[in-house]
């Protein structure tokens, strides 16, 4: 099992960047592969990036492509999401998540554990 907390979000405008952090508790980060995934209000959740456990694969939604890195240390037990020239419709809570089998890691039923979420809001 791993718990996994969020931090790093905020207030930002439009054009900016920031990073978000996932710290990780418990089993052995490489165990797992891990995703970041985002809801606004009155959306579903959605995907936003994954990584593999050995860091040798990456994922994004068109919508960050680009934009966003995604990037892991298991000796840290982190995973780390830089997000740049940040919109507001990239205003969400984003959420952590890590999975026991990567099979599908743009699919937020493949992941096992969540986090709490960090909101970012990104102003016009």
């Known amino acids: 099992q791993v718990q996994l907390v969020e931090s790093g979000g905020g207030l930002v405008q439009a054009g900016g960047s920031l990073g978000l952090s996932c710290a990780a508790s418990?089993?052995?980060?490489?165990?797992?592969?891990m995703g970041w995934f985002r809801q606004a209000p009155g959306q579903e959740r959605e995907f936003v990036a994954a990584?593999?456990?050995?860091?040798?694969?990456?994922y994004y939604a068109d919508s960050v492509k680009g934009r966003f890195d995604i990037s892991r240390d298991n000796a840290k037990k982190t995973v780390h999401l830089q997000m740049n020239s940040l919109k507001p419709e990239d205003t969400a809570v984003y959420y952590c998540?890590?999975?026991?089998?990567?099979?599908?890691?743009?699919?937020?039923?493949?992941?096992?554990?969540w986090g709490q979420g960090t909101q970012v809001t990104v102003s016009s």
């Open positions: 418990g089993r052995t980060l490489s165990t797992y592969g």
């Open positions: 990584v593999s456990r050995s860091d040798t694969n990456t």
């Open positions: 998540a890590a999975a026991v089998y990567f099979t599908q890691p743009t699919r937020a039923g493949s992941y096992n554990y």
